[in-house]
């Protein structure tokens, strides 16, 4: 059923508890927790705990937990002090520009410049 945890998916696992990371903060329906191969001194991901494979096809079906995810990116950006000098939110959506983990995610970078337009 769409939305429902999927056995090879590793961020499903980190909802569950199975593969252990290093949560900063969690809502009813969210978890944000460190990349674990950080690109600025902030680097954290914010993903909501029903298993949709991008940011587009979470919205659709779950517009109140998509808004929940922005929601958590701000309060990621303000507890690690980045809101002031300001961060980056980006959701990679498909292959060809880089997504790997097919649960959608919210990458919240900040902490150093970020050149625009991204590479
Ligand atoms: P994507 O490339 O799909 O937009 O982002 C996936 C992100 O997940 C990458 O930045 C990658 O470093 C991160 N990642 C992959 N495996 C793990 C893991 O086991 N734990 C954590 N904390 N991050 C991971
Ligand atoms: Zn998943």
């Given amino acids: 059923m769409a939305g429902e945890p999927q056995s090879d998916c590793l961020f499903c696992k980190i909802v ?14 969210t978890v944000a927790f460190r990349d674990i191969n950080p690109q600025a001194p ?22 109140q937990i998509a808004a929940d995810v922005l929601t958590e990116a701000g309060a990621v950006a ?14 990679n959506t498909g292959s060809g520009v880089g997504q790997t983990v097919f649960h959608a995610h919210a990458h919240v970078l900040g902490g150093r410049g970020l050149q625009w337009p991204p590479g």
């Fill in 16 to 29: 569950s508890g199975d593969i252990p990371a290093t949560i900063v903060r969690e809502s009813e329906t």
């Fill in 42 to 63: 902030t680097h954290v991901l914010v993903i909501p705990k029903v298993h949709y494979p991008d940011a587009a096809s979470l919205a659709a079906a779950e517009p």
């Fill in 78 to 91: 303000a507890d690690e002090k980045i809101d002031s000098t300001g961060y980056r939110v980006i959701f």
